[in-house]
């Protein structure tokens, strides 16, 4: 391998590896508040490339008012994902939580395949985002140049929310302890919320840059990216920001470079990424960035 | 004045009862499987249309009403066999038709050759599908033709020296198409510098086309489906890779087209049908009908949806009966059956011969480069 493909390769790498990050944030962040894996979170990356693809393509707005408002939309679904699968279940054991999150992702994917059909739709690369940069002989999507910045503007914006305004500070406090903060006269159905809203706008960015990138969208396009978001969220310890933004590039990293080391391996690579699961889940299983496990309940 | 009419109404359906009764006969099921939904939902979308257009063609044999039963595979082989086991057991359909992709239509024979239940594939390529079976056939010419014809193609007219093949690996059809190309390839004096694999669902490539990259092949062989093919070749571009790319006959979708946008412009495939090449009655009508009621270019998979259609009701014609092994038989012996993807005569193994055609893409339509005969 010479080292112009090595560079290539790790630039492959870190362009998928933001992407995971990205994802994996809005995961990591409702777990840490609720303590809830979002099974949904993935399709709520589904729900954000359609309505953007319907806004640029059906009502011919441009791009910069198609994603905004489809990051908007998503945000709601979130929020009325909350209301109707995960407060009616607020007091119930964490378990039934886990299968209520997993029957509205095939709510929504199922949805979204009788709504709209099973064929899959081609995303519309707007022209800025359709350029590739030639650089001593290595071609980078400017793509992949946006999404690490994305990603590192919402992760700069989440740290912000989450430890120095007030809402912030009292979604840590429920992430502590639901019964006392909620004793200390806040509104602990209002953060969470707010969380979930947060949670799904990071999804909806993180879904519209991957359908930029892999422009073609169908009701299951969720699924991969959320599993993979998934793993990276819990390789870098689930429940912390910046561990699920390392995850993410460790995990980008990983899959290309197996594949760019030993072309053969090709096949093997999401054995790779759920093997690396396993592994972190039976040596560390707080994680790269993870505290010791404490459990609230 | 109201009686006398309702009377002469009843002596008059006296008169057309020979005539009515056929449609008071009980009507013949041909059970249909395809991939209505998931990864190659297309295939199934477009079958679907051109069967119904064969329908409108031909809606009665033997005197009696043909209803078709659609079953969703999802485009998974579970499903598939699933789908298969239910209609003949619960729909009692006297045909199967189904599936569009060999992997799919592999989970789903076994179950209707056991029954006895004669089937037709509009589309699926893989040699093994038919394999070692009584009662299963299709309408598509199958994969070590279509892959020496890719192979050749690729020395004779892209002048290619070297190939990269870059393989879905976890569908039959990918995988076999994949291996008569470099057999044929290597055969022919060329060399196959790179292979590499990809998997159904996969979404990104990078790490495989810089391998292809490093490799600097004249042609990359891609015999993978629509899905993978558009965003396969985007990324492609996206790199700087330039070859020509050349794929199988399951590219023939919209989607490739729509996905791919200027990515996929001088791709070339091997392919069953383009409506330039048509050229029987039939063809010509079907075409007709489709294009009044779609308002588009009538697709490959519509057509083989069509002729697998065309082909049950001809055999059930000759045969004068479902009967499963009569109709079987009538299958065998079709002969120059004039479909809307050309003349078809059953082979050995229930593998028509047929003629190909290869075609590209070219100002994001599918253009008609040649016809090859077998």
């Not at chain 1, 840590?172 to 909620?182: G, I, L, P, Q, Y």
């Not at chain 2, 002469?8 to 009764?21: D, M």
């Not at chain 2, 189904?98 to 029954?115: K, L, R, V, Y």
């Not at chain 2, 279509?146 to 002048?159: D, M, T, V, W, Y």
Request: glycine share 10%; with cysteine; proline share 4%.
């Amino acid at each position: 391998m010479t080292s112009t493909i090595f560079l290539q390769q790790l630039i492959n790498g870190v362009s998928l590896g933001s992407l995971y990050a990205l994802v994996a944030i809005g995961y990591t962040m409702v777990y840490g508040i609720l303590r809830l894996i979002n099974f949904a979170h993935g399709d709520l990356l589904m729900v954000a490339a359609y309505t953007a693809i319907y806004g640029i393509a059906v009502f011919t707005l441009p791009w910069y008012v198609s994603f905004p408002l489809a990051v908007l939309f998503t945000g709601l679904t979130g929020i009325l994902l909350d209301r109707a699968a995960y407060k009616p279940l607020r007091s119930a054991p964490r378990i039934s939580l886990l299968i209520s999150a997993i029957g509205a992702s095939f709510l929504l994917e199922n949805l979204a395949l009788v709504v709209i059909g099973g064929v899959p739709k081609a995303f519309p690369r707007p022209e800025p985002f359709d350029r590739v940069v030639d650089l001593f002989g290595l071609r980078i999507q400017v793509l992949t140049i946006y999404t690490p910045i994305v990603t590192l503007v919402l992760l700069l914006a989440l740290l912000y929310i989450v430890h120095r305004t007030k809402v912030g500070k009292a979604m840590r406090a429920a992430s502590r302890d639901f019964e006392t903060t909620r004793l200390m006269g806040i509104n602990v159905d209002r953060i969470i919320s707010v969380t979930f809203l947060l949670g799904s706008v990071l999804a909806a960015a993180g879904g519209i840059m991957w359908a930029m990138k892999y422009p073609q969208v169908n009701p299951f396009m969720g699924v991969f990216p959320g599993l993979k978001a998934f793993i990276a969220a819990v390789l870098g310890g689930i429940g912390n920001i910046m561990g699920a933004v390392i995850g993410g590039f460790l995990l980008g990293l990983g899959e290309i470079l197996i594949v760019a080391a030993v072309p053969e391996l090709a096949q093997f690579r999401d054995a790779f990424a759920f093997v690396l699961l396993v592994l972190v889940l039976l040596f560390r299983p707080t994680g790269i960035m993870g505290e010791p496990f404490t459990d609230k309940t | 004045m109201k009686a006398r009419h309702l009377l002469g109404f009843i002596l008059l359906s006296f008169v057309l009862l020979p005539a009515g009764a056929a449609s008071a006969l009980e009507a013949i099921k041909i059970g249909a499987y395809l991939p209505m939904t998931g990864a190659v939902a297309a295939y199934g979308e477009m079958e679907w249309t051109g069967i119904q257009i064969a329908r409108e063609m031909e809606p009665e044999v033997l005197g009696r009403k043909i209803d078709i039963v659609l079953v969703d595979t999802k485009s998974d082989k579970i499903e598939a066999a699933n789908a298969v086991t239910l209609l003949i057991e619960k729909e009692k359909a006297a045909v199967i038709l189904g599936e569009a992709i060999s992997g799919n239509t592999m989970a789903g024979n076994p179950i209707s050759e056991a029954a006895k239940i004669p089937s037709v594939s509009p589309s699926a390529t893989n040699p093994l599908v038919n394999q070692g079976k009584q009662f299963a056939f299709r309408a598509c010419f199958i994969d070590p033709f279509q892959g020496e014809i890719a192979a050749r193609f690729a020395r004779n007219e892209l002048k290619a020296q070297t190939a990269a093949v870059i393989i879905d690996i976890a569908q039959d059809y990918c995988v076999g198409l994949g291996n008569f190309f470099v057999k044929e390839f290597v055969k022919l004096g060329g060399k196959v510098v790179s292979t590499t694999y990809i998997q159904t669902g996969d979404q990104d490539f990078s790490a495989q086309l810089s391998a292809v990259q490093a490799a600097k092949p004249d042609v990359i062989y891609a015999p993978n489906y629509y899905t993978e093919d558009a965003l396969m070749a985007k990324q492609a571009r996206d790199l700087g890779i330039k070859v020509p790319i050349l794929t199988g006959d399951g590219a023939q979708a919209d989607t490739l087209l729509q996905v791919g946008g200027s990515a996929v412009e001088e791709m070339y495939f091997t392919g069953h049908f383009h409506k330039e090449a048509a050229g029987s009655q039939r063809a010509k009508e079907y075409i007709r009908r489709f294009e009044e009621k779609y308002k588009k270019d009538a697709d490959a998979f519509g057509a083989l949806g069509a002729d697998a259609y065309f082909l049950l009701v001809d055999a059930i014609r000759r045969a004068g009966s479902t009967d499963g092994v009569a109709v079987r038989d009538a299958l065998a012996a079709t002969k120059n059956f004039e479909g809307v993807s050309g003349l078809i005569s059953m082979g050995e193994n229930g593998n028509p011969i047929k003629s190909m055609v290869i075609n590209k893409v070219q100002n994001g339509k599918f253009v008609y480069v040649t016809t090859v005969n077998p």
